[in-house]
Nanobody, 113 residues
Framework: QVQLVESGGGLVQAGGSLRLSCAAS????????MGWYRQAPGKQRELVAT???????NYVDSVKGRFTISRDNAKQTLYLQMNSLKPEDTAVYYC???????WGQGTQVTVSS
C-alpha cells in the first residue's frame, strides 16, 4: 500500500523560500516518475514539477527557474525547493506518482504579498 506524507508548508512572505518534503512508503522512488502538484482555491489541481527515474526533471512554465524537484532514494523522500515565492504560488501541494491513483493530505503553502 502506497503512503505519501507531505510536509514543510507554511506561511511565507513574497520572495521567500520553502522546502517541501514527501515521505514515501510502499513505492520505490528511484524507479517511479514522481510529481509535485498543487491546487489553489477555486482552481484545478495542476502538475508543477516532475522527476523521472533517470533523474531528469520537468517544470510548468510558471515555476521554472524558481522551483527544484529532487529525491533522496535512500530516505525514500521527494523534495520541492521553492524559491522566490509569489502570492500566486499559494495552494495545497501534493506529491504523487504519475498515472497512479492515491493522494496524500497535502501541505498548505501561503505566500503573502
Amino acid at each position: 500500500q502506497v503512503q505519501l506524507v507531505e510536509s514543510g508548508g507554511g506561511l511565507v512572505q513574497a520572495g521567500g523560500s520553502l522546502r517541501l518534503s514527501c515521505a514515501a512508503s510502499g513505492i520505490m522512488l528511484r524507479v517511479a516518475t514522481m510529481g509535485w502538484y498543487r491546487q489553489a482555491p477555486g482552481k484545478q489541481r495542476e502538475l508543477v514539477a516532475t522527476i523521472f527515474p533517470g533523474g531528469s526533471t520537468n517544470y510548468v512554465d510558471s515555476v521554472k527557474g524558481r522551483f527544484t524537484i529532487s529525491r533522496d532514494n535512500a530516505k525514500q523522500t521527494l523534495y520541492l525547493q521553492m524559491n522566490s515565492l509569489k502570492p500566486e504560488d499559494t495552494a495545497v501541494y501534493y506529491c504523487k506518482e504519475l498515472g497512479i491513483d492515491g493522494w496524500g493530505q497535502g501541505t498548505q503553502v501561503t505566500v503573502s504579498s
